[in-house]
């Protein structure tokens, strides 16, 4: 099982109009429940982690570990959507996501967690697996119950 994962809107939850608090480690903090709730898909599911957000160029797999497991979440796996590097070399998301779903042939089940509205472009059957946030609240307990559906209903 994959989570396609991004981190603003969905585990990050700061108004854009105040500051947003970092961690000793120096990423930004999650919003508590988020994490949780995440915590809570991952022990469930066992589900491994592909970094969608535009913050996964800055850091190594090895750190994004880090970032995860100083949060409570502790996925067994974590890889990036794409070997992308440059924000200007970045797609949309959307077309990063069609494209990941495109080059899977071995029809892993996966669920996609995102604020990001270009979402809705997607074809039907891969905007089936995901799960919108809203951006001020992130991935709240109604969000986690449909990732879960999505997860676990075969």
Not at 72 to 89: E, R
Not at 127 to 147: F, H, N, Q, Y
Request: some cysteine.
């Amino acid at each position: 099982m994959v989570i396609l994962l991004d981190i603003d809107g969905v585990l990050v939850t700061t108004p854009a109009w105040r500051a947003v608090e970092l961690q000793d480690d120096g990423f930004m903090k999650f919003n508590a429940r988020a994490a949780n709730n995440l915590g809570r898909i991952i022990d469930q599911t066992q589900a491994r982690i592909v970094l969608t957000t535009s913050h996964r160029i800055n850091y190594s797999l090895g750190e994004w570990q880090v970032i995860l497991q100083t949060r409570g979440i502790n996925s067994p796996l974590i890889a990036k959507i794409n070997d992308v590097a440059t924000l200007n070399c970045m797609g949309d998301r959307a077309d990063e996501i069609a494209e990941w779903v495109a080059s899977r042939s071995d029809g892993e089940t996966y669920v996609i967690i995102d604020d990001d509205l270009s979402i809705n472009r997607l074809p039907e059957a891969i905007k089936a697996r995901c799960v919108l946030t809203k951006p001020l609240i992130g991935l709240d307990e109604e969000a986690m119950t449909k990732v879960l559906d999505i997860l676990l209903t075969p």
